[in-house]
């Protein structure tokens, strides 16, 4: 199961009255979802919860903003066509920066969560302009998040309450997805959140789950320092730093960086359709990023995601009812 296949499970209980799908065994016609940036299996395991995870998959690419899509329409990411930070404008011919495009602007995704009776708290991050069409709360501490989730579910006056919660993605980011100050803001939020939906699960069914895991980061190549890539390449790379994705010919360059190369009809297959499909995808090593863009410099990542290690890839799927 992926996070795909759970994005369809929720649109066939809030549109479909549970007809086509029975995999979760959702019970209760309400449905609240928690989504814990960053809590990959490796950090849910070790922490005591009121009851077990199961083991589930992100989608690849595996970062928020692909997520975020899949989630608010059910689609596969090459079906949306959100494959990243960086998305390729083909009308224009040139690569646009997403986090800054929705910092100025929101984008219209053909969301099915129009005409249904959702609420989303959300804190203030880019991602929350795919929502401009939907009701959304803000909230701006942790707590105030928690304040306004209980709240919600207390008033039971919508059928789909969603509450998105960046904290342990910004900490492993900066230190790292094994570091204690990682560790314990993923305790903290998901012991919480376990106390919260212990005590509505009657009246909500409650899943809590992730959008992707991290990986340990050692190593940062930087393009724009390789002079033979620099020559070579047509056209710069697009997505993220660990799903690197080029169009037209393929800067052999990078081969020595020892990348996963994709090509062909593997990379439609890998992203589950062709809307901004790339011609090669290239996956750094498990413990590297590697960089393109000026504003990728400004930050120094210990952990980071995007990829397809266990790491990435494996996520905690919890369900209260
Ligand atoms: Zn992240």
Redesign the pocket.
């Known amino acids: 199961m992926n996070l795909y296949d759970i994005s369809r499970e929720i649109k066939s209980v809030l549109k479909e009255d549970k007809k086509d799908l029975d995999s979760l065994g959702i019970k209760n016609d309400k449905l609240a979802f928690v989504l814990v940036?960053?809590l990959g299996w490796n950090l849910a395991k070790d922490i005591r919860t009121s009851v077990n995870p199961i083991q589930v998959n992100s989608i690849f690419p595996s970062i928020?903003v692909t997520v975020f899509a899949t989630l608010l329409t059910a689609k596969k990411p090459g079906e949306h066509g959100i494959l990243g930070w960086r998305i390729i404008n083909k009308e224009n011919g040139s690569i646009e920066n997403l986090m800054q495009k929705l910092k100025n602007e929101s984008i219209e995704l053909d969301t099915y969560f129009q005409n249904t009776s959702s609420l989303f708290i959300m804190p203030d991050v880019a991602t929350k302009s795919m929502m401009s069409r939907l009701k959304v709360i803000p909230y701006f501490t942790f707590w105030d998040g928690l304040y306004k989730f209980k709240t919600a579910l207390e008033m039971q006056s919508n059928d789909f309450i969603f509450f998105y919660i960046p904290y342990v993605?910004a900490a492993s980011?900066l230190y790292g997805p094994y570091h204690e100050v990682t560790l314990s803001t993923a305790r903290d939020v998901v012991q919480k959140i376990d106390c919260i939906s212990t005590y509505f699960k009657e009246k909500y069914s409650i899943l809590v789950t992730a959008d992707h895991g991290h990986t340990q980061i050692s190593n940062i190549v930087d393009l724009k320092k390789d002079k033979d890539f620099m020559e070579e390449m047509d056209f710069p790379p697009y997505g993220d730093h660990r799903s690197l994705m080029f169009k037209g010919r393929f800067p052999k360059s990078l081969l020595k960086y020892g990348a996963n190369v994709i090509e062909g009809g593997k990379v439609e297959e890998m992203i589950g359709g062709s809307k901004n499909k790339p011609d090669y995808l290239v996956i750094p090593k498990d413990d590297s990023i590697i960089i393109y863009w000026d504003d990728d410099r400004k930050h120094e990542f210990r952990g980071s995601?995007g990829g397809l290690t266990q790491d990435e890839m494996k996520i905690p799927l919890y369900l209260y009812q």
Do not use: M
């Open positions: 940036d960053g928020t993605d980011h995601h």
